[in-house]
């Protein structure tokens, strides 16, 4: 089935620490992916996008994404946590043909310790 | 406004009731979408609105189910009969370009069923 795993429940790290944050991928085609943050008392928000092209994707918040077809991944990273982005990531792929139907991840929450 | 308003923010009610919940978008946004979150899980799609296109409805989970939207404005989320395992988190989002995913969440409306 067409859908995206994030085989991390909870991760912690220390802040100023590097972050990768897992998602694997099981299309046929390459996807669109995506990764959204879910904050305390705030509302999803888009970090970046990949639609094709450049496998890099930067995004917002000094986040960055890289997308791997040999690996089937979509991993989320930043070279130094902030103890401000600690939250739940939600990685999400097309579910069909529409955009708007969207396929997201269980979450992985993210912990930074000070 | 500023973002993308969702009343009530906590609705409880008991099993076997009716509700509906609102999502006003951002303005100018032609798409709205809406998701539920249950707990310790993704984002689950239900619906989404185009413009003046049919909508989505194919992530609506039962009949009991039903959304609709003014113009390119106010949306609500219909449930009727309510049953415990429709206790979740429902959240809705608008985008600008229509074609593309959701962009801008609004903060949800708690539904807990007794």
């Known amino acids: 089935a067409q859908s995206v795993t994030q085989p991390d429940i909870h991760i912690t790290v220390s802040e100023g620490a590097s972050l990768e944050l897992r998602c694997n991928y099981s299309?046929?085609?390459?996807?669109?992916l995506f990764w959204y943050v879910q904050s305390p008392g705030q509302g999803l928000q888009l970090l970046l996008k990949?639609?094709?092209?450049?496998?890099l994707v930067q995004g917002i918040k000094g986040f960055e994404a890289e997308f791997k077809r040999s690996q089937s991944s979509f991993n989320l990273r930043k070279p130094s946590v902030h103890w401000s982005d600690a939250a739940e990531y939600f990685c999400?792929?097309?579910?069909?043909?529409?955009?708007?139907?969207?396929?997201f991840g269980r979450g992985t929450q993210l912990t930074v310790w000070p | 406004g500023a973002g993308v308003s969702q009343s009530p923010s906590n609705k409880v009610t008991e099993k076997g009731k009716d509700v509906e919940l609102r999502c006003d978008p951002i303005?100018?946004?032609?798409?709205l979408y809406w998701y539920r979150q249950r707990l310790g899980q993704g984002l689950e799609f239900l619906i989404y609105?185009?413009?003046?296109?049919?909508?989505?409805k194919s992530g609506l989970p039962s009949d009991r189910f039903s959304a609709e939207r003014t113009g390119e404005s106010v949306s609500t989320l219909t449930i009727q009969r309510t049953q415990q395992e429709d206790s979740a988190v429902y959240l809705c989002?608008?985008?600008?370009?229509?074609?593309?995913?959701?962009?801008?969440f609004g903060d949800g409306t708690r539904l807990s069923i007794l």
């Open positions: 989002a608008s985008s600008f370009n229509g074609g593309g995913q959701p962009q801008h």
């Open positions: 299309y046929g085609a390459t996807p669109y």
């Open positions: 990949y639609f094709s092209g450049d496998t």
């Open positions: 999400a792929g097309p579910r069909g043909s529409t955009l708007g139907r969207l396929y």
């Open positions: 303005s100018g946004h032609t798409a």
């Open positions: 609105f185009q413009g003046n296109s049919a909508p989505d």
